[in-house]
C-alpha cells in the first residue's frame, strides 16, 4: 500500500531518519555515563573554590590581627586542599605562633614539614621546605624564650638548640630561608650562648650552698669551738679541782661520817662510863670479888 501523499519518503531519507535516531541514543547514553564523571569535577571545583575562598578569609583575618579566627579559618583547609596539604598546617601553625602559643604553632609546623615537598638527597632544601623550617625554628625559639623567663635555662637551652637544629641550612648564606632565617638563625646561636652560661652560674651557685658542714662555717663538734671551752666531762673542768667527786674532794674533809663527828653529850656519857667501869673494878679488888655492880649512865 502506497503512503498517503506528502509522507512519501526517499530510500536517502530514510536512512539519514535511522542515522539520527541511533545517533540521539549514543548521545543519551552518553551523557548517562558522564553524569557521574561530571558530578565529581564540579565537587573538585567546588572544593577549590572553597579552599581560596577560606584561604582569603584566613589571610584576611590575620592581617586584620584575629589570629584564632585566622587558625580556624586555615584548619578548615585541611579537608579542601588536597592539592598542596601541607599549606593548612603551616598557615594554621603560623597564625598560632602569631596568636603567642609557641607550643601549639610547633605541633602544626612539624606536621607541615612532614608533608611539605622536599629536596632530593643532598641538595639544600628549597623555599617552601625552608619556610616552613624558618617558622619551627621561631616556635622553638619562643618556647626557649619562654623557659629562660621561668628560671630554666637548662630547658631553654635545650629549645635553642632544637630551633637551630629545626633550621637545618637554610640560615647559612646562601640559603633558601632568606635574611629572616639568617636573622634567626644568628638570634638562636646568641640565645643558646646566654642560657649556658646562665646555666653554669645557676650550677656553681648551688654547689656554693650545698657545700659541706664540716668545711664551713659550721663545723663539727669534735673539731669547732665546741672542742675548747665545752669539753666533755671526761675531759673538761670535771676532772680538775673545782669539781671533785666527793670520795677526793672537800667532801671528804668538810662532810666527816657521823662516827667522827665530836658531840659534847656523848663524850662526856662515855666518860662518866669509863669512870664507873674503873670505880667498880677497884672495889670489887678492894672487896676481894663479889657481885656489887656500878651504875653505867
Partial sequence: MLPPPGEFKTTV????????????????????????????ALLVALKLLSAVALNMAGTSAYQHANHNTAADRFASLEFFNVV????????????????????GAKEELVVALDLVPRSPQG???????????????????????????????AMGANYYDQAQTALSNCGESGGSGGEQAQEAEERQEQSQSDAQQQQEEQQEGQEGESESPSEGESQSPSDGE?????????????????SESPSEGESGDQSASPTESSDPQQEELESRNDDAQQSAEADEQASGGGNGSGQNW
Fill in 13 to 40: 531519507e530514510i536512512r539519514d531518519a535511522k542515522y539520527a535516531a541511533d545517533l540521539r541514543r549514543k548521545r543519551k547514553r552518553l551523557l548517562l555515563w558522564s553524569a557521574p564523571l561530571m558530578l565529581i
Fill in 84 to 103: 598542596e596539604p601541607w599549606k593548612a598546617h603551616f598557615n594554621q601553625g603560623t597564625a598560632i605562633y602569631a596568636g603567642g602559643d609557641f607550643f
Fill in 123 to 153: 641538595e639544600p632544601p628549597g623555599k617552601e621546605e625552608c619556610d616552613v623550617r624558618t617558622n619551627l625554628s621561631l616556635a622553638y625559639e619562643g618556647m626557649g624564650d619562654e623557659a629562660m623567663a621561668a628560671g630554666d635555662p
Fill in 226 to 242: 665546741s672542742s675548747g671551752q665545752s669539753e666533755s666531762p671526761s675531759d673538761g673542768e670535771s676532772s680538775g679541782d673545782a
